[in-house]
């Protein structure tokens, strides 16, 4: 069974910083793309983040790019995305996605991990 | 403002049918790039619904359809039931954008 587990989350200060981690399992993590995609209090859906199965290629979202990176580790099976400079509008649930490649389907979800940025 | 365009909210009654429609650009949908749907029902996690335009994940049932045509796309749900209740987002792939899009989501109401 595919599971994606995020963690991490919590409550920060503007300008401060925060790690998100996403465990996988139940599949070949370094065979697939994954994404992180974020949504804020009452939003819709924000894609964030691509990395490919290898790291070769990575994308953010204008609203992030300069701010976060993300990354992976093909031998832990886990996906990271590190903020930096938080603002209160990266105030969001952020998710973890797995992805056939850049522009398939995000076809398994973790549950979520909450960010809360509030002086 | 989102790249994709969705209706904020449809309603319709049990066992009515219901369309929600997402309209792009030619970077997007008319760029060829597939559509999905996704749903996601009160406090979870999105759902992946349709892949492909049209494609149906193994154990999503048949009463929901998708569909495409040149810049838009749209997700048919017949035989409302009430746990359809959810909110539904179409994504695609944005080549000038370099990103995948979501539409801004549509909350769907049965009556």
């Known amino acids: 069974e595919v599971q994606l587990v995020e963690s991490g989350g919590g409550l920060v200060q503007p300008g401060g910083s925060l790690r998100l981690s996403c465990a996988a399992s139940?599949?070949?993590?370094?065979?697939?793309?994954m994404n992180w995609v974020r949504q804020a209090p009452g939003k819709g859906l924000e894609w964030v983040s691509y990395?490919?199965?290898?790291?070769?290629?990575?994308y953010y979202a204008d609203s992030v790019k300069g701010r976060f990176t993300i990354s992976r580790d093909n031998a832990k099976n886990s996906l990271y995305l590190q903020m930096n400079s938080l603002r209160d509008e990266d105030t969001a649930v952020y998710y973890c996605?797995?992805?056939?490649?850049?522009?398939?389907?995000?076809?398994?979800w973790g549950q979520g991990t909450l960010v809360t940025v509030s002086s | 403002q989102s790249v994709l365009t969705q209706p904020p909210s449809v309603s319709g009654a049990p066992g009515q049918r219901v369309t929600i429609s997402c309209t792009g650009s030619?970077?997007?949908?008319?760029?060829?790039?597939?559509v999905h749907w996704y749903q996601q029902l009160p406090g979870t996690a999105p759902k992946l619904l349709i892949y492909?335009?049209?494609n149906r994940p193994s154990g999503v049932p048949d009463r929901f359809s998708g569909s495409k045509s040149g810049t838009s796309a749209s997700l048919a749900i017949t035989g409302l039931q009430a746990e359809d209740e959810a909110d539904y987002y179409c994504?695609?792939?944005?080549?000038?954008?370099?990103?995948?899009?979501f539409g801004g989501g549509t909350k769907l109401t049965v009556l």
């Open positions: 990395i490919s199965s290898s790291s070769s290629t990575i």
């Open positions: 139940g599949f070949t993590f370094s065979s697939y793309s």
């Open positions: 492909g335009n049209s």
């Open positions: 994504q695609s792939y944005d080549s000038s954008l370099s990103a995948s899009v």
């Open positions: 030619s970077s997007n949908i008319g760029a060829g790039y597939d």
């Open positions: 996605a797995r992805v056939w490649d850049s522009s398939g389907p995000f076809d398994y």
